[in-house]
């Protein structure tokens, strides 16, 4: 019953010296058995169908080869019997498989299909050929891409999966790639498709392409895990016999009918354990999960998997925090399982999961096989649920593609968390989720106005970060403003979109005053209030828009006094030469400036203020809180910030120790800096990918900014991001540092 999964050793290519009979028959032969899969969903006259769509693939792709020398048509032949034996899709996918490569690389077009086979058909083939040129991309253009598949997606869910089948086919045959590709392809599939396919609940799916993407990525370490699991091999299966033996005997004893198995882990997942908590091979408990597997009837499961549950734990030990109950929660991705860890003989930690054949065909087969179990049940339904909500972000979002990304990956491909009202409602929520986002999960109404929440009863900020099984109550004042740093609290994508729309309205309504004092002051210079007076104004302060100059007016930010210094020639403004801008906040209060190329210059304001004082933040050194730092009082530019070691600091101590004042952080987690690091590697093309994924994955910190360039097979990146002092940018400089191939990481103070 031990079903070790298949190692990926290097295959051995078929030689294609076949003779054009010997290749047809070959190809009749991948025909015949796709047909022999879906014989069972074949209503009539579904086998013409089928048959017409692939004689149609056939004849366009007649003239082409893979890489590997074996004529096309095998490809989409392989795809459609993905389809349909390891997702169980039906005929309409397995005709939309065969055709998928034709509109996009052959003479036959859209209308064509639609002619032969309806829109329907049309329609999906149209979107898998929308999201076929993923190949070849950088960052933004992957970015997009993905943006694409998911509005094509969200039409008709069986594209995203045909597309998985076209793409785990395509990382089975990676081999006879070049390098680069294979290297491209594999990164893609880790950051977008596998995700993908865990949402869309296709476990083996996910777990193949991680691991085939790990061959490519990271062969050495692949290789070596495979090695000590195929070493061990013989004693797993030992210890697994020993502990299934008296469960078998129980059940068997109970009356059940059910299957147990040990089943090892995938390579990639015990590669993240031995990376995440830095153990060795030897040291990773839990190299294979044993599996139960039910044949109950509908209304008897969840009562057959307790009582299973109990005769475990009766045998072993169980650990009470390990014990995962999404019988009566499923996940968002329809997975159902009960899932415990139990003391084996040994003293070893074994993982125990118990489901039945239903919930294990959700589990291997996801979204498919849900919908077959959802005829017929009233059930509110998780996938529609899910389409529904990426569906509203898509409407509402316009930010740039890698943004985009970045927050889909978070609110929707991360795992969740269930919490639930004071009314015992339960809402599901990526993990991460704070206060503020459950607030706008409920309503955007009552996330604008969140001042704090109850979890349990007790009062907590809405930074506070929830966890599964919390009980939240949202407390909201008609006072509160949203304001920028909400920003960097929430995780969810509804919640960002809203509050930039709350942010976008609030700055407009603001910036009305300003607009008007604007007006009052120019005309009263003699000016013209004009678009030509406007944009010099604009361009005099640096700001980015005129709502950005009429906004800093109406908030004091500007006084408008440099005004007097104007000359006035007809109704035009003549602006001298640009002078620099001292911006008021208070302690407390900090501002800072978002300033990467001298353009674009954006304040960012936070927290509540007490006693006002003017001060900016040196140039030169660019502090952050926890830095060491002093004031400096400056002609002209009021307070300037310092660190103790900025390349002018010894100078200014030196010579002007009376104008030094002590100043020292005050403690605000919610307020971000911008701050700069220098990378330097080893290129791979991986590294983009590692990189962002500890910022933003791992340690959630926002990047504001990404440049890398390659040289002569190295790299050198300058990254942006905002942190909230000393001691995060420490962490994140030693994270990255750990990551393979990274020489040193450095932080830069000077502007650019
Ligand atoms: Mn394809």
């Excluded at 294990?360 to 529904?388: M, P, T, V």
């Excluded at 828009?545 to 020639?569: G, M, N, W």
């Excluded at 905002?722 to 191939?741: A, C, P, Q, T, Y």
Aim: glycine letters at 6%; charged letters at 30%.
């Amino acid at each position: 019953m031990d079903q070790e999964p298949e190692i990926y050793t290097e295959p051995v290519l078929p030689k294609y010296n076949l003779t054009a009979d010997q290749e047809k028959n070959e190809i009749i032969r991948h025909y015949r058995a796709l047909l022999r899969f879906l014989r069972p969903k074949l209503k009539r006259g579904d086998k013409e169908l089928v048959r017409q769509a692939f004689e149609m693939a056939a004849e366009a792709h007649k003239t082409m080869r893979r890489k590997s020398g074996e004529p096309y048509i095998l490809h989409p032949i392989a795809v459609a019997m993905i389809c349909v034996e390891e997702i169980g899709l039906g005929v309409r996918s397995t005709i939309c498989a065969l055709l998928h490569d034709t509109v996009e690389d052959t003479d036959i077009t859209l209308e064509d299909v639609e002619r032969e086979f309806g829109t329907e058909i049309a329609k999906i083939v149209d979107g898998l050929t929308k999201i076929s040129s993923v190949i070849d991309t950088n960052t933004s253009q992957q970015a997009e891409n993905f943006k694409k598949i998911l509005l094509t997606l969200t039409d008709d869910p069986r594209v995203i999966l045909i597309k998985l089948a076209d793409r785990l086919h395509n990382m089975r045959t990676l081999d006879s790639m070049k390098r680069e590709k294979q290297l491209k392809i594999a990164s893609e599939t880790v950051w977008v498709y596998a995700p993908l396919a865990h949402r869309m609940g296709l476990y083996s799916i996910k777990t193949e392409l991680e691991d085939l993407s790990m061959k490519y990525m990271e062969p050495e370490a692949y290789r070596e895990i495979a090695r000590k699991l195929s070493e061990t091999k013989r004693e797993r299966t030992r210890y697994i016999n020993e502990f299934i033996r008296p469960l078998k005997e129980k059940m068997t004893a109970g009356g059940f009918n059910f299957e147990i198995y040990g089943r090892p882990k995938s390579i990639h997942s015990i590669w993240n354990k031995i990376k995440k908590k830095s153990v060795a091979f030897e040291e990773v408990y839990d190299l294979f999960a044993i599996r139960v597997i039910l044949d109950s009837s509908p209304e008897k499961e969840k009562e057959e998997c307790w009582k299973v549950y109990s005769m475990i734990t009766d045998e072993y030990t169980p650990s009470p925090e390990r014990l995962r109950d999404w019988l009566s929660n499923p996940k968002n991705n329809g997975y159902e399982a009960l899932h415990t860890t139990v003391m084996g003989p040994q003293g070893k930690w074994v993982e125990v999961q118990i489901r039945t054949k239903r919930m294990n065909e959700i589990a291997e087969k996801g979204l498919a096989a849900h919908y077959k179990y959802k005829e017929g049940s009233s059930d509110e339904d998780r996938f529609d649920k899910w389409f529904g909500q990426i569906r509203e972000v898509l409407s509402t979002q316009e930010t740039d593609g890698v943004d985009f990304l970045q927050d889909f990956k978070t609110s929707f491909l991360a795992e969740e968390i269930y919490v639930y009202t004071p009314k015992g409602e339960v809402k599901m929520l990526p993990t991460g989720s704070t206060a503020l986002d459950f607030a706008f999960s409920i309503h955007s109404a009552i996330g604008t106005k969140c001042i704090g929440a109850k979890v349990h009863h007790k009062l907590v900020p809405i930074s506070h970060k929830l966890r599964s099984g919390d009980q939240v109550e949202i407390i909201t004042s008609n006072k509160q403003r949203p304001s920028e740093d909400w920003l960097g609290i929430v995780v969810t994508a509804k919640a960002k979109s809203k509050i930039k729309d709350a942010l976008r309205e609030e700055k407009r309504k603001v910036a009305e005053d300003g607009k008007y004092t604007l007006q009052r002051k120019v005309e009263a210079m003699g000016a013209a209030y004009n678009q030509h007076n406007i944009d010099e104004l604009v361009q005099f302060y640096k700001l980015p828009s005129p709502l950005d100059l009429h906004y800093k007016i109406a908030t004091k930010a500007i006084d408008l006094k440099e005004l007097k210094e104007f000359q006035v020639l007809g109704d035009r403004i003549e602006i001298p030469k640009p002078k620099p801008v001292i911006h008021e906040v208070h302690t407390d209060h900090f501002q800072q400036k978002n300033n990467p190329k001298g353009k674009d210059s954006e304040l960012i304001i936070f927290g509540e203020s007490s006693d006002k004082i003017m001060y900016t933040l040196g140039k030169c050194c660019h502090p952050i809180p926890g830095d060491d730092v002093f004031g400096f009082v400056s002609t002209g530019k009021g307070l300037i910030i310092h660190r103790i070691n900025c390349p002018n600091a010894a100078q200014l101590l030196a010579n002007y120790g009376h104008r030094v004042v002590k100043t020292k952080w005050a403690k605000n987690k919610e307020i971000s800096f911008l701050t700069g690091l220098k990378i330097v590697g080893l290129d791979d093309v991986g590294v983009i990918n590692k990189i962002t994924n500890v910022i933003s994955g791992d340690l959630r910190i926002n990047i504001s900014g990404l440049i890398i360039e390659s040289k002569e097979g190295m790299f050198e990146g300058t990254i942006r991001v905002f942190v909230h002092d000393k001691e995060e940018l420490e962490i994140l400089v030693s994270r990255l540092k750990s990551l393979n191939g990274i020489q040193t990481v450095d932080r830069f103070d000077t502007e650019n």
